[in-house]
C-alpha cells in the first residue's frame, strides 16, 4: 500500500484520514503543529499522541521530508542544499542570509523549459512539476534547521529551478498551504514569486488579491534584446507583458520588482539604462539590478561593478526605484541549477 505523504494534506484532509484510523479530529491539529511549527521529522517525537497511533502512523503514512544529497556553503552564510525526490529526481535550495533574517529559494520543478539565456536549469531541460508537499518539504526543512540553531526563517522565494507559474497548481496548492493558519501559518507579504513573466497566469494570480511580491524577470528593455536573452518574450512581446503587470499591480496594490541581471555587452549599456526608464516610468516598481553569478557552459559574463553603478545612476536619476542586489554564494554556483547539473554531470 502506498503511504500517504502527511504535506499533501489540507486540515480537513489529515482529519479524513485520521478518522479513517478511529481518530478524533484534534489529533490532525496536534499532528500540523508537530510538522509546521515544532519541526518534528519522526512520529517518535509527537509525544502528545497515543503510543499506539505513534506506532501505527508510519506504517500508513509519511512525513514527507527529503533527504539531502549534497551541500555547499559559501562564506557570506549562503546554503545551497540538493534534495533528492522519491522517484530518483533531485532539486536545488539556497538558504540567504540577509540583513532581516534569513529567506529560502525553493525550486518548483525539477528542469525548466523556458531556456533563459544566462540560467542552468535550462540546460537539462523540462523533467516535472513538483508537488505542492515537495515544495513545502524543501521550505520545513531549511525552518527546522535555522530554527535547531535558534535561528528563524523570514521570508520565501520561488526563485529556484522551474517556473512558478508554469506549475500553476502546484504553486497554488503551496501558497494556499503557506497562508493556512493551521499549516505554515505565514504571510504571503513574506513571499516573492519570481516569473519569466507568463501573462495570463500573472493576471489569475492577481485575481486571487493575494499580497505576494512577484519579481518579473526583465533582462531588457526592448522586443529584440529580449528574445534574444529570453526566449518567452516571442510568445508574450514586452507591451503584453508589461499590461499583465500593471493588472497585477492595480488589483494587488504591491509593486511589482523587475528583475535585470546585468550581463557584460549585451544589457548594460547606458542607452538601455535609459530605454528602461522610459518603459518604466510612471509604473508602480522597483528595480532589481543583479550580478550574474558565471556559468561555465554559458556564453555571458557578469557586467563591471563601474558598469553596475552608472547603469543604477540613470535609473535613479530618472526617478526608478533601484536597488543594487548584493552578489550572495558566488563561490557556490548560487544560480538556480548550478548545483544540480555538477552532480548530474
Ligand atoms: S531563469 Fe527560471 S525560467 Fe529561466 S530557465 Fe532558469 S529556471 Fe527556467
Sequence with gaps: MQKVNLLD???????????????????????????????????????????????????????????????????????????????????????????????????????????????AS?????????????IMAQVLQVKNNLQSAGMALKSIVLMGTGEPLDNWDGTVAFLRAVRDPKLLAVSLRHVTLSTVGLPERIRALADFCWPVTLAVSLHAAEDALRDRIMPVNRKYPLPVLLAA??????????RITYEYIMLDNINDSQEHARKLSVLLR??????????????????????????????????????INTTVRRRLGSEIAAACGQLRNTFLA
Excluded at 515544532?38 to 499506539?52: C, E, H, I, K, Y
Aim: proline letters at 5%.
Design 282 to 319: 510612471g509604473r508602480l516598481c522597483h528595480v532589481n539590478l543583479i550580478a550574474l553569478n558565471t556559468v561555465r557552459v554559458l556564453d555571458c559574463r557578469p557586467s563591471d561593478e563601474a558598469a553596475v553603478r552608472r547603469f543604477a545612476d540613470i535609473l535613479v536619476r530618472e526617478k
Design 245 to 254: 503587470c500593471d493588472y497585477y499591480a492595480e488589483k494587488t496594490g504591491r
Design 122 to 134: 535550462g540546460l537539462q531541460g523540462f523533467v516535472r512539476n513538483l508537488r505542492p508537499a515537495e
Design 9 to 119: 494534506l489540507s486540515p480537513a484532509e489529515l482529519r479524513a484520514f485520521l478518522a479513517g484510523l478511529g481518530e478524533p479530529p484534534y489529533r490532525a491539529d496536534q499532528i500540523q503543529d508537530w510538522l509546521y511549527r515544532r519541526g518534528a521529522d519522526s512520529f517518535v517525537q509527537m509525544t502528545n499522541l497515543p503510543q499506539d497511533l505513534r506506532g501505527k502512523l508510519p506504517e500508513v503514512a509519511g512525513i514527507g521530508l527529503l533527504q539531502v544529497l549534497s551541500e555547499q556553503a559559501a562564506q557570506d552564510g549562503t546554503r545551497k542544499l540538493l534534495f533528492a525526490l522519491a522517484d530518483g529526481n533531485s532539486v536545488e535550495t539556497v538558504v540567504l542570509p540577509y540583513e532581516h533574517g534569513f529567506s529560502v529559494c525553493v525550486s518548483t520543478q525539477v528542469g525548466c523549459r523556458w531556456k533563459c539565456g544566462f540560467c
